[in-house]
């Protein structure tokens, strides 16, 4: 049964053929070209009018060799789909700026013929026996790299050759060798993990072409951050690529994520909700929901962001009153402390370094060491007894021999003052009676045996004039 053309396909193939006709030949084409798919804009004064995806013979920086159109920047030029010269600048600055591999030194020749694609189809066969030459010869110098890929072009100017090393690598002889077995330009190029991908992976786990062989000129590095922000998984067989690094996709909405994390209010803030005040627990980021739980009755619902007002972080100054132990207890430490300090201050000053301060009547404090350091700490900080009342008579003095059992040795100094006189260095004391009383005295023995000077038989420690 014959086929035969319908009127209609034959009148959509003469309109598609008069607009054809109507078009320019371009003045100026993009070209992807490589197998790192560089991108170059060359001129082209030929009259053929290709259109995107053609094929090309282009002289670039290192040689004539075989590229793919991808559109062109002048209007009214072969393809529908041009743009112009403005709106690729714009996208090369926003894919990357000065990093982006565009090339602008070359032209395009010609559109491929037969002859050209069957002559590259021929080299590119080569490359398998160009790779393991190339890498027996890098084993038996001993060189750490890896070759990747091999890469002759058509008017094999040169053989370009790439591969990875963890560290810098002296291939001089693995060039000059390369070179006497291929009798051309030898270029040998170190890339990164993410290049390699490029060059030999097809598809990723998404089972889309990998980005960075499909689109991606720049690849900036990923950090943990993006994936974290994002919520997704911190597997690493699930969240890195064909390359073993992390997924370029992880970058794409990496600013679109961090704005909206920085509407949502921080965990553990309050904030208030129409049905009363309440607590951050949690949020969402895309769908900008909150959770939080309300003081009243400690529900916890989801409120919009728009609805919430923000009252600040947890604890503001003054929210909860201080407890009576956090509040009343060290101010009053503080000042018997300073005030102590300003005694020891005033008896400095009135008898000097060297003279030991004695306590007050009825002050229940303890004395100085004879070195001037001061009492133990804790008796400064114990409560200390109200002064008995004045119409109390002094306690009567209690034998020393009675606490310890042992005859002690008399000192000169504890005896009884002068007549007329009220206070003296051996006087009895208003509260000096008791547990308390009796403490004090053996502290004070023991500092009068054991200080400088004591002894069983040695002078006693010297004594300042008693205090007015």
Known sequence: MPILPLPQFEADLEEDRKLYESLKPPTSIVVRFGVLRMIGEFPYDGQAKPGCGSKLVV???????????????????????????????????????????FFNQGKVLRVATPEDLNEQARLDGMKKDMLNMARQIAGDLGLPMKIVEAEPILGRERVTFYFTSEERVDFRDLVSRLAGQLHTRIELR???????????????????????????????????????????????????????????????EDQTYTELAKRLPRKKWRVETSEGTGVVIDGQILTQLVLVRLDHNGADIAVPVEELTVLGP???????????????????????RGSDQGSERSGRDGGGRSQERRERPGSGGAPNRPDGSGGDRRDRERPRPAPPPTSRPPAAPVDDRADDGAPQRTDPSMSEPASGSSEGPGAAQPGSAGPEGRRRRRRRRRRRDGGPGGGAGGPPPPQGPPRA
Do not use: W
């Open 59 to 101: 002289r670039t920086h290192r040689g004539t060799e075989i590229g793919e159109m991808l559109t062109s920047t002048c209007p009214n030029a072969g393809c529908s789909k041009s743009i112009t010269r403005k709106e690729m600048l714009e996208y090369i600055e926003n894919s990357g700026g000065k990093d982006y591999p």
């Open 190 to 252: 170190q890339i990164g993990a993410r290049d390699e991908a490029r060059i030999t992976a097809d598809y990723e786990k998404c089972g889309q072409h990998c980005c960075c062989k499909q689109f991606l000129k720049v690849l900036k590095p990923v950090s943990m951050k993006s994936a974290k922000v994002q919520k997704a998984t911190l597997d690493p067989l699930k969240i890195s690529g064909r390359c073993g690094r992390l997924m370029c996709c992880l970058r794409y």
């Open 314 to 336: 947890p604890g503001p100054p003054g929210s909860q009153p201080p407890t009576q132990g956090q509040g009343g207890e060290r101010p009053q430490r503080e000042g018997r």
